[in-house]
Nanobody, 122 residues
Framework: QVQLVESGGGLVQAGSSLRLSCAASGRSWRTTVMAWFRQAPGKERTFVAR????????YYTDLVKDRFAISVDNPKNTVYLQMNSLKPEDTAVYYC???????????????WGQGTQVTVSS
């Protein structure tokens, strides 16, 4: 059984940085692609960034590509999201997810973590 556990969220001021972590257990072909999504109150869950465990094929939404960086640590089975120059509009619950193919569609992700809250004050 695949389990994803996020950590690292918090309350920060605009312009600050945070690093989110996602510890994955039970890796398989179904977890080839790892991604971060976010969901703001009253809004749909949206794609943020994705990566493969081989650390290739990174892809970002235009909203974050110059500020966020996704990476993997294979020995630790952990995926990170380094978030810099945070803005109030980045406030959301951030979710880690796993899929078997390169996609940005949340419905195609097989496994999800419980989410971690990121709040950016102005």
């Amino acid at each position: 059984q695949v389990q994803l556990v996020e950590s690292g969220g918090g309350l920060v001021q605009a312009g600050s940085s945070l690093r989110l972590s996602c510890a994955a257990s039970g890796r398989s072909w179904r977890t080839t692609v790892m991604a971060w999504f976010r969901q703001a109150p009253g809004k749909e869950r949206t794609f943020v960034a994705r990566i493969t465990w081989s650390d290739t094929y990174t892809y970002y939404t235009d909203l974050v590509k110059d500020r966020f960086a996704i990476s993997v640590d294979n020995p630790k089975n952990t995926v990170y999201l380094q978030m810099n120059s945070l803005k109030p509009e980045d406030t959301a619950v951030y979710y880690c997810a796993a899929a078997s193919s390169l996609t940005t569609n949340p419905h195609e992700y097989n496994y999800w973590g419980q989410g971690t809250q990121v709040t950016v004050s102005s």
